[in-house]
């Protein structure tokens, strides 16, 4: 630990800083409607992209000062050549307690075993429908087929708890969500539903649901109650009163959360970005590849955590972020 900062990642509102969300890629095999538009080939240069070494470095500085948990995320993560091999180097680093990745899981089936054993604890895997026709429709490709296979393969590698994450959409999926409801039920997966946010021109696009009325649907409907399951990030629970299932209310639209964020992301070429709703952003590329040391950079990381905004304006200014999801890191 360096002997001139105390490990405390505290932005200017108080807020403490203990989660990461680290983008290896902004490839993706998928075109999803509300992520990336369909001939998108705007991508990073792989020359820029961060390497395994300086992943570590980098990161390990972010957890001699407090940092606590990691999500490995993309585009589609998977498609980072050697992946586990960078898991396990993250879990090892001292002070990093959680590591999880979010994924498409058609790679999935490949993977689970290597991961599990790298040190990946949780999965957060995206399902938006449970019908193929929907799920090509959404994602430009024939693959639920390829997605129920990665699941299985996952509970079979001893992954748990997998989070389904499903974002709500007027008009496309919205008759699902209680067939999903039922369906992560049955399969004991936790359910996280969210509001499709205004990223790019695609997020704008997509047909926005406020999920507060759906929640007091599933509630009545399932006979839910208030849980005191807790994630790393912003979902809000019901549970089952047998504490058998949860489902997560994700919400930065009908009922923001960032009074309470504790979460930045890391993109694949660097850049750190501090909210995904405004343009904060630090780069550390450049002081990885211009021989900073380890002090300059914990120096770094506490000053780019004074750009962190107090919230994110989606509602008031729902044109202002022209970056795509997948180019922030999901």
Do not use: H
């Given at each position: 630990m360096s002997a001139t900062l105390i490990p405390n990642l505290t932005d200017r509102f108080g807020r403490?800083?203990?989660y990461l969300r680290l983008s290896v890629t902004d490839r993706c095999d998928l075109r999803c409607s509300y992520c990336m538009p369909e001939g998108f080939k705007d991508f990073e240069e792989p020359a820029h992209w961060l390497t395994f070494d300086e992943i570590e470095r980098l990161l390990g500085a972010f957890a001699?000062?407090?940092?606590?948990?990691?999500r490995i995320t993309g585009g589609e993560p998977l498609l980072r050549r050697d992946l586990p091999a960078l898991a396990a180097r993250i879990a090892s680093l001292p002070g990093i307690e959680d590591l999880s990745l979010s994924t498409n899981a058609t790679q999935m089936d490949k993977h689970a075993s290597a991961l599990k054993a790298a040190g990946v604890t949780r999965l957060n895997i995206s399902l938006d429908s449970l019908h193929a026709e929907r799920i090509e429709a959404v994602t430009g490709r024939d693959v639920l087929h390829k997605i129920m296979a990665g699941l299985t393969s996952a509970q079979q590698a001893g992954f748990a708890p997998i989070k389904?994450?499903?974002v709500a959409m007027r008009g496309v999926n919205d008759d699902e969500i209680d067939a999903m409801v039922a369906f992560c039920m049955e399969?004991?997966?936790?359910?996280r539903l969210i509001e499709a946010m205004p990223m790019g021109d695609t997020g704008r696009n997509?047909?926005?649901?406020d999920l507060q009325p759906v929640k007091a649907r599933i509630q009545a409907r399932f006979g839910l109650v208030d849980t005191a399951f807790q994630g790393g990030g912003p979902a809000r629970y019901l549970g089952s009163p047998d504490g058998q299932f949860s489902v997560g209310f994700i919400t930065p639209i009908s009922q923001h959360f960032c009074g309470t964020c504790n979460r930045v992301r890391l993109s694949v070429d660097g850049t750190l970005y501090l909210c995904l709703g405004q343009e904060e952003k630090f780069e550390f590329r450049p002081l990885l590849r211009g021989g900073a040391t380890d002090v300059e950079l914990e120096n770094a990381i506490r000053a780019a955590l004074e750009l962190k905004p107090e919230r994110h304006e989606f509602r008031e200014q729902p044109n202002k972020i022209v970056r795509f999801m997948s180019a922030t890191g999901g």
């Open positions: 403490r800083i203990e001699r000062l407090g940092l606590k948990r990691v389904i994450n499903m399969r004991n997966f936790v359910l997509t047909q926005y649901l």
